[in-house]
């Protein structure tokens, strides 16, 4: 498969996948509500008329007049997502360059650490880690800012570091999942024709290891950035709900508008819900067609 045709096919998907939440997202949700003096009963009609109505307007307004309409607060929807997407984009950037980076260091010293009595703090403790739930661990590092470090506002969009924290947060469990692959993918690595032939030419092991190993562990590494994106975002949502930090998966929560009685609320907005959804399947898109071109500079030699 070349790499224009493995371009489109993400990007063919990810068309696909944002028409479906497109399609699910404007599914009428219009609930009958009757109140007597003993009970509240409630009704749902589905209608192909009205279903079909909703998506003709909102394809109309879209493409007619280039506006997604307005929020609960009458402000421009488009104008919404992109100031909540702003503040996102800083936390999702950090966390996603600092896991990377990281992730691949810490599997590089687990690697090493496997081959010593202290095999507990590599691979072993980045699995004990993992263990662990993610929104256990949010709130475990949100307890210890809290009482150890008062003077951090965590809770505060105010301060320039205000995006560092939900960042870190964000960035634990992809750079643990990161590390794992890393150390997997040098393990494997291990008795490979290859290194049976440069050790024979008598260099040196760092060069053997960075030069020959640990380049050639780089397209398997790479293969796995989508998922790492993936991670980020589905992180994403705890942490800022946890830090109300005014992000975008913290304002798609409050779009959403859930009710425990009726399952969407009376402020439920539609528009905004598929802008939000529209970018971070475009930050999706970007991460993979990043990864297929890098991964084929790095074809295993």
């Known amino acids: ?45 589905f209608s192909f008329q009205a279903y079909g109505q909703q998506i003709a307007s909102f394809f109309s307004e879209l493409f007619w007049h280039g506006s997604l309409g307005s929020n609960r607060y009458q402000f421009p929807v488009i104008d919404d997502v992109l100031n909540v997407m702003g503040n996102s984009l800083l936390v999702i950037i950090t966390a996603l360059v600092s896991s990377f980076f990281f992730g691949v260091l ?95 030419k008598g260099l040196p092991k760092w060069m053997l290891f960075y030069k020959h190993v640990f380049s050639n562990c780089w397209g398997t590494i790479l293969t796995h950035l989508p998922s790492l994106m993936l991670y980020i975002l589905s992180n994403l949502l705890i942490v800022e709900y946890f830090l109300n930090y005014p992000g975008a998966a913290n304002r798609l929560f409050i779009a959403i508008d859930y009710s425990v009685h009726f399952g969407t609320g009376g402020n439920y907005e539609a528009t905004t819900i598929i802008g939000i959804a529209f970018c971070f399947c475009l930050l999706v898109l970007l991460v993979q067609w990043i990864s297929i071109i890098a991964r084929s500079r790095y074809e295993v030699k």
Do not use: C
């Open 106 to 200: 810490k599997g590089i010293i687990d690697y090493k650490l496997d081959k010593t009595r202290w095999r507990f703090f590599g691979s072993f403790g980045t699995w004990l880690m993992q263990s662990f739930p993610d929104f256990l661990l949010i709130l475990l590092l949100q307890w210890v800012f809290i009482h150890y470090f008062p003077n951090i506002r965590i809770f505060s969009a105010e301060p320039w570091y205000s995006f560092l924290i939900p960042a870190l947060f964000v960035m634990i469990y992809p750079m643990l999942y990161i590390s794992r692959i890393t150390q997997v993918s040098i393990s494997n690595q291990e008795g490979m024709l290859y290194l049976v032939v440069a050790k024979s």
């Open 1 to 45: 498969m070349t790499l224009f045709t493995q371009l489109l096919r993400a990007f063919l998907i990810s068309m696909l996948a944002m028409l479906a939440v497109i399609l699910i997202v404007l599914f009428p949700r219009q609930v009958e509500v009757v109140m007597t003096e003993t009970q509240v009963l409630t009704d749902y009609q």
